[in-house]
């Protein structure tokens, strides 16, 4: 604690940031000479499981139970559901998406899930028939051109969009 204290007066940061510090330290020094230190920071003993057992968020589960997000499943949960993150999914009806569960017919996108027909977009659900082209979502009819969307009607020409198509031998499409 002395040493702490010293760096802290030592380091060249403004008088009121020293002080915040000094308090800190002080007071975990209060606390840790009480008992209450390692709690305190957040420090807690490890916990050691016991055999035919396993570490399951702070506590142990029996190895033919299910752990999720640090709960402890029965046996049966885990025929009908796997774990995805700290929430469980359903097996016949749900994948895994990021910590959450979307339905079989749904796109995991991000932290959402897009329904059936819509794209994911840079982590955003298109509007339906929308398409997703350099991280934007454009509206239907429009095709993904280098790193823009041509709308409707115009040529897609080596990675740029023309109103008419140009005189040039690289090939173009037309949206």
Excluded at 74 to 83: E, F, H, L
Excluded at 145 to 151: E, H, N, Q, R
Aim: net charge positive; proline share 5%; with cysteine.
């Amino acid at each position: 604690m002395i040493d702490e204290i010293s760096r802290i007066i030592a380091s060249p940061i403004p008088r009121r940031q020293a002080f915040r510090l000094l308090g800190g330290v002080l007071g975990g020094g209060i606390l840790a000479s009480l008992g209450l230190g390692r709690a305190s920071r957040g420090l807690a003993a490890p916990v050691t499981c016991p055999s035919g057992t396993r570490l399951c968020g702070t506590g142990c589960c029996a190895n033919n139970l299910l752990c999720c997000g640090g709960t402890c499943y029965g046996a049966s949960t885990s025929v009908n559901y796997n774990c995805c993150g700290t929430v469980l999914c359903r097996k016949s009806s749900q994948q895994c998406c990021t910590n959450h569960c979307c339905t079989t017919t749904q796109t995991c996108c991000g932290q959402s899930c897009c329904a059936s027909g819509r794209a994911c977009c840079n982590g955003t659900c298109c509007a339906s028939g929308y398409v997703c082209c350099s991280k934007k979502c454009y509206a239907h009819g429009y095709v993904c051109c280098g790193t823009t969307a041509c709308p409707p009607g115009q040529w897609c020409c080596g990675g740029k969009c023309y109103a008419q198509k140009p005189s040039t031998s690289t090939p173009c499409t037309r949206t």
